[in-house]
């Protein structure tokens, strides 16, 4: 059985550790990135510069050497190549040895411990930076030469005068430290290899429902109100990982929360007003909503062409709410739906809306009484009642 190392280089040969150097001297044949076999070369040992993982695997297969040891950058454990290596290795007597990771390298270079620091890694991958920021206190992000397009998403979300550090090249001879507020970032002109931690000790990781009204922007569109909201979300029942959308968005009210709840997923927000849509970008950049997509058109035209939904909420429907239901349980059969309803029709359509689909719907009615001060008194005042029609995955 073929012997295969997978070594973690730390950021350069200098960081390589003193079992990582004998497991590199012992092997027959070195293998990786070019980058990082060329930091050996004095060695003489032969070499492949190869990383990609099942390319790696042909070559070990038609090779009659015995022993291998396959460099990869940082840590092993941390977003590293290792992980599809092993995959692909599992004929072969693997072990690995770890590296100095990024992370703890970057963070010893600005002297500070690393324990509470979120990691990501943004590099070649999807990640909601801008949720990791608003959550975390300090937030490290893997990049891959995207810190321009990384800073325009967190400046768009409101943490543009948030402190960022940039390393750039770190344990090579041109490593570069840069200290600047992330509306900056767009403008460095650094390369690939990058890291960049961010700073947020006003970080708020509450998942909020039934927000207070006035913390919204308002505008002359509906809004769910905070108390029949708090009751929508929770029959909604959302998940951090669930692709959601809010139809009929209005001021954007639910799509913030939902986007609060889902936030290691995406919401979209359904509207074909102008101004409803203007509205929710505005309400998202005020709670720093990154995992936000606004639609201005018509809801069936859109759901054709999102992503199926886990989870959705029907505040408006322009009078198509059976469609938008055939729609929703087509793409997803599963969908947990939630319909709100203040005339009478409006509930006789969607309780039909359900049963159509063989799905007996939860029904409840919601009337919210406050106290208004009059004087030295208060007087309650009562809203409109609405009806809470929910069913789906999670009824």
Same mark, same amino acid.
């Given at each position: 059985?073929?012997?295969?190392?997978?070594?973690?280089?730390?950021?350069?040969?200098?960081?390589?550790?003193?079992?990582?150097?004998?497991?590199?001297?012992?092997?027959?044949?070195?293998?990786?990135?070019?980058?990082?076999?060329?930091?050996?070369?004095?060695?003489?040992?032969?070499?492949?510069?190869?990383?990609?993982?099942?390319?790696?695997?042909?070559?070990?297969?038609?090779?009659?050497?015995?022993?291998?040891?396959?460099?990869?950058?940082?840590?092993?454990?941390?977003?590293?190549?290792?992980?599809?290596?092993?995959?692909?290795?599992?004929?072969?007597?693997?072990?690995?040895?770890?590296?100095?990771?990024?992370?703890?390298?970057?963070?010893?270079?600005?002297?500070?411990?690393?324990?509470?620091?979120?990691? =990501?890694?943004?590099?070649?991958?999807?990640?909601?930076?801008?949720?990791? =920021?608003?959550?975390? #206190?300090?937030?490290?992000?893997?990049?891959?030469?995207?810190?321009?397009?990384?800073?325009?998403?967190?400046?768009?979300?409101?943490?543009?005068?948030?402190?960022?550090?940039?390393?750039?090249?770190?344990?090579?001879?041109?490593?570069?430290?840069?200290?600047?507020?992330?509306?900056?970032?767009?403008?460095?002109?650094?390369?690939?290899?990058? =890291?960049?931690?961010?700073?947020?000790?006003?970080?708020?990781?509450?998942?909020?429902?039934?927000?207070?009204?006035?913390?919204?922007?308002?505008?002359?569109?509906?809004?769910?109100?905070?108390?029949?909201?708090?009751?929508?979300?929770?029959?909604?029942?959302?998940?951090?990982?669930?692709?959601?959308?809010?139809?009929?968005?209005?001021?954007?009210?639910?799509?913030?929360?939902?986007?609060?709840?889902?936030?290691?997923?995406?919401?979209?927000?359904?509207?074909?007003?102008?101004?409803?849509?203007?509205?929710?970008?505005?309400?998202?950049?005020?709670?720093?909503?990154?995992?936000?997509?606004?639609?201005?058109?018509?809801?069936?035209?859109?759901?054709?062409?999102?992503?199926?939904?886990?989870?959705?909420?029907?505040?408006? #429907?322009?009078?198509?709410?059976?469609?938008?239901?055939?729609?929703?349980?087509?793409?997803?059969?599963?969908?947990?739906?939630?319909?709100?309803?203040?005339?009478?029709?409006?509930?006789?359509?969607?309780?039909?809306?359900?049963?159509?689909?063989?799905?007996?719907?939860?029904?409840?009615?919601?009337?919210?009484?406050?106290?208004?001060?009059?004087?030295?008194?208060?007087?309650?005042?009562?809203?409109?009642?609405?009806?809470?029609?929910?069913?789906?995955?999670?009824?």
């Amino acid at each position: 059985m073929k012997k295969v190392t997978i070594v973690g280089l730390g950021m350069s040969a200098d960081t390589l550790t003193t079992e990582g150097l004998r497991a590199v001297q012992k092997a027959d044949i070195l293998i990786g990135a070019p980058r990082l076999i060329a930091q050996f070369r004095a060695l003489g040992k032969p070499s492949l510069a190869e990383y990609a993982p099942e390319k790696v695997a042909h070559f070990l297969n038609e090779s009659e050497n015995e022993s291998f040891c396959v460099l990869v950058s940082g840590d092993t454990g941390f977003y590293s190549a290792a992980d599809g290596l092993c995959s692909v290795l599992k004929g072969c007597e693997l072990s690995l040895i770890p590296g100095v990771s990024s992370l703890s390298y970057f963070l010893a270079r600005l002297m500070r411990p690393w324990q509470d620091v979120t990691a =990501v890694s943004c590099h070649g991958r999807k990640s909601n930076l801008v949720d990791i =920021v608003r959550r975390n #206190s300090l937030t490290f992000a893997l990049t891959g030469g995207n810190i321009a397009e990384l800073g325009d998403e967190l400046t768009h979300a409101g943490f543009g005068s948030l402190n960022a550090y940039i390393g750039e090249n770190l344990g090579l001879p041109e490593e570069r430290i840069l200290t600047l507020p992330v509306s900056g970032l767009s403008a460095t002109g650094t390369g690939g290899l990058n =890291v960049l931690l961010i700073e947020n000790f006003g970080h708020d990781s509450r998942v909020r429902f039934g927000i207070p009204d006035e913390e919204f922007i308002r505008g002359d569109v509906p809004m769910t109100k905070a108390e029949v909201r708090a009751v929508t979300m929770s029959r909604l029942a959302i998940s951090p990982k669930v692709v959601c959308c809010d139809i009929g968005a209005g001021t954007g009210s639910v799509t913030v929360e939902m986007a609060l709840a889902a936030y290691e997923g995406q919401v979209y927000a359904l509207d074909k007003n102008e101004e409803a849509i203007q509205l929710v970008s505005a309400n998202c950049h005020a709670f720093h909503i990154g995992n936000v997509t606004p639609v201005l058109g018509e809801a069936l035209e859109a759901l054709a062409i999102l992503p199926p939904m886990d989870a959705a909420f029907i505040g408006g #429907s322009s009078g198509k709410l059976g469609e938008i239901f055939d729609v929703l349980i087509k793409r997803n059969p599963r969908a947990n739906i939630v319909i709100n309803a203040v005339t009478l029709e409006t509930l006789h359509e969607a309780t039909q809306s359900f049963e159509a689909h063989g799905i007996i719907p939860n029904i409840i009615q919601i009337g919210v009484t406050r106290a208004k001060p009059i004087g030295n008194r208060h007087m309650l005042q009562s809203g409109s009642p609405v009806f809470i029609i929910s069913g789906g995955q999670n009824e």
